[in-house]
């Protein structure tokens, strides 16, 4: 199974800041990784797919590279509504389909 | 619009089952696979279970053996049969659906499992 390794586990950060998280996966899934938002008591929402596509209704402020097997999703300038925990997933090798452990984004 | 709704959830003792049902509505249904994703609380998130739109299925290896996957085109819906509950089964349960990238676009709400005696 790949696994995949978010960094940091969290984050403090406030509004208007620039926020990055990575995720690395342990062996080459080219640019077959998603990013998703996660708010409490809700479903994971998709912001990034094959690493660098923005979901169609997902604000610009979100973005998404890849650079060898280290991916990174940043919020060029956090927004109150940001504060969540982000999840990457792999999407190059099934089954199974793997999510990094989340990165909670707090005040 | 699409939709992706849930049900079937509840409290369940070690070794019980339970189904559970996910309506979906605003697309083509058959021409989609979908995936079962869980969350125990407080934790992150893990793939259960897929079916493709052709009804191969697939498991993860903590449920293959007590979980099945299935899907009636004709309803618009997914189910997921869970036999022989665990404790570590206890997790919130989302259905979602596959896109042409391979990521999860669309969600249901989710619905409680709890096993427990």
């Known amino acids: 199974d790949i696994q995949m390794t978010q960094s940091p586990s969290s984050v403090s950060a406030s509004v208007g800041d620039r926020v990055t998280i990575t995720c690395r996966a342990s062996?080459?899934?080219?640019?077959?990784l998603a990013w998703y938002q996660q708010k409490p008591g809700k479903a994971p929402k998709l912001l990034i797919y094959?690493?660098?596509s923005l979901q169609s209704g997902v604000p610009s402020r979100f973005s998404g590279s890849r650079s060898g097997a280290d991916f990174t999703l940043t919020i060029s300038s956090l927004q109150p509504e940001d504060f969540a925990t982000y999840y990457c997933?792999?999407?190059?090798?099934?089954?199974?389909?793997?999510f990094g452990q989340g990165t909670k984004v707090e005040i | 619009e699409v939709q992706l709704v849930e049900s079937g959830g509840g409290l369940v003792k070690p070794g019980g089952s339970l189904r559970l049902s996910c309506a979906a509505s605003?697309?083509?249904?058959?021409?989609?696979?979908f995936n079962w994703v869980r969350q125990a609380p407080g934790k992150g998130l893990e793939w259960v279970s897929c079916?493709?739109?052709?009804?191969?299925?697939y498991y993860a290896d903590s449920v293959r053996g007590r979980f099945t996957i299935s899907r009636d085109n004709a309803k618009n819906s997914l189910y997921l049969q869970m036999n022989n509950l665990r404790a570590e089964d206890t997790a919130f349960y989302y259905c979602?659906?596959?896109?042409?990238?391979?990521?999860?676009?669309?969600w249901g709400q989710g619905t409680l499992v709890t096993v427990s005696s």
């Open positions: 979602a659906r596959r896109d042409g990238y391979n990521a999860f676009d669309f």
């Open positions: 605003g697309f083509s249904f058959s021409g989609y696979d």
């Open positions: 079916i493709t739109g052709s009804s191969y299925l």
């Open positions: 062996q080459d899934i080219g640019s077959w």
């Open positions: 094959v690493a660098s």
């Open positions: 997933q792999q999407a190059n090798s099934f089954p199974p389909w793997t």
